[in-house]
């Protein structure tokens, strides 16, 4: 067998003995075993292109906060969500095929399979983060691409978001769900006005730090904040750790990932007590709060944190807009929400709560589900969707007073200004601040709203972490057969006790996670679960 797809695929030989699996997150590994999947990632996302008549495909090449010998890759589906499931199971079975003629095949029997023309055109954008190893990997992709015929877009470097971003807006150009320019300048131009437009002449207190990880989201920041309104106006801005000239610097001591596993600022951070600060991921989808309290205490505010303040402070507008009857928001948590979080969500802002197991695809669709759907997982991936029915409504309300108009603008501003296609840090955090403006908070009032229980967050290397089995969005056991039931019995010896393990999706080990009411006892319970997991 020959012709340009063995040929391609013959360039970046397979590495002998290696298993990939498309994960919660893509193909994610140490960058060097790489280029052979990179390749077969191309042709699938020709295909996938082709099985929906051509619509563009994102392929971003990143490996997010993992260190920066890493990488991976992840697809993009039209609409900026991420890959279908049934198409994960290809991209695994694809990249997992040796020799170049068994790739072939393949790619022909997923074709006739799947009833897919392959004269029809493919179209794919391409995108990588500031890993060293990304230009290598990214020629990879394109001999595949070239290999199956397909038209490339290649936009550079973007942060994730960016990249779905494109893909959405690319993909609704000209209808009447047009999403934006595909432009990184439109990019910017959308999210800055609709910041300008929902602060409504309210100005942020203080400056805002933000770590960039040393990653993508630093230069992509920086070119945000130009087309920002001046500082007098509206938001200071300090960027730090923002260096991609050094990739080996990526995630090292700073990052999203960094701040919420250690309980602390990046050792580079300079500011004060009471000034608030952020850390983006190395791709810039997670975004996490954070300052020093005047006891110079450092003090989270993570996914959950933003979750409710974004879920009370829309709730506030759309009852002030006159609209409470007609659009009801819920919160999509997963099991690592802390509980105090999620009582706080149903009890003091009266909302619904649901639960999903972890990865960003499970939270999304729970929140497709809902008319405002705000989701985001503890670690601070996430955003807010508006349904079709939502937006519809909202687009035909007439405000029967001032007030109501005024309320009605900022959601208006609100939808423009959240990224509807993925969590994006960026927005995000423009998001963030737009509701302290309004509410005239600082991080210390923010963190004020409830108190965290005290937590701990184990990872238990096992012998075979496949036979952890869990049920109801991953807080019980099914597997081994017996171990939730000791789990449930340590969980009853503390006060607010909750307890759960799963295996991870991205590390080879299982992790542990225990509240209770105080930290010896949520430490206690952690290291006696861990104990029983072993
Ligand atoms: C992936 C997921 C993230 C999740 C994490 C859990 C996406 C884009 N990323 O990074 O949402 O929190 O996995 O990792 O879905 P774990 O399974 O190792 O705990
Ligand atoms: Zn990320």
Redesign the pocket.
Known sequence: MSGPIVEAVQKHPAPEGLIYTY????FRTKADVLDSVLTRVGLVAALRSRSLKGKWIGVMITA??NPPEDNGV?LVEPLGN?LQEEWEVISTDMANKVSAEHVSKFYHDIAAQYRIDLETPARVVVARDTRASGARLLGCVMDGLKAAGAEVKDYGFLT?PQLHYMVRCLNTEDTKDAYGTPTENGYYEKFSHAFKVALKGKKPSGSLTVDCANGVGGPKLTELIKHLPPKEEALEIFVINDNVIKPESLNVECGADYVKTNQRAPPSSKAGAGDRCCSLDGDA?RVVYYFKDMNNVFRLLDGDRIATLVASFLGDQIRQAGLADSIKIGVVQ?A?ANGAATQYVEQHLKLKVDCTP????H?HHAAEKLDVGVYF?A?G?GTVIFSDDTLETIAKYEPKSPGQKEALDVVHACIDLINQSV?DALSDMLLVEVVLAHKNWGPQEWLSTYTDLPNRLLKVIVNDRKIFKTTDAERRLVSPEGLQAQIDKEVQKVRQGRSFA??????D?V?VYAEAATKAEAEDLARKVAELVK
């Open positions: 994960g919660t997150a893509g997010s906060h992840k991420m994730t989808d997963t690592y972890t990865g960003v695809k939270l997982e670690n991936h969590g799963r295996a991870s999706g991205t590390e080990a992790r």
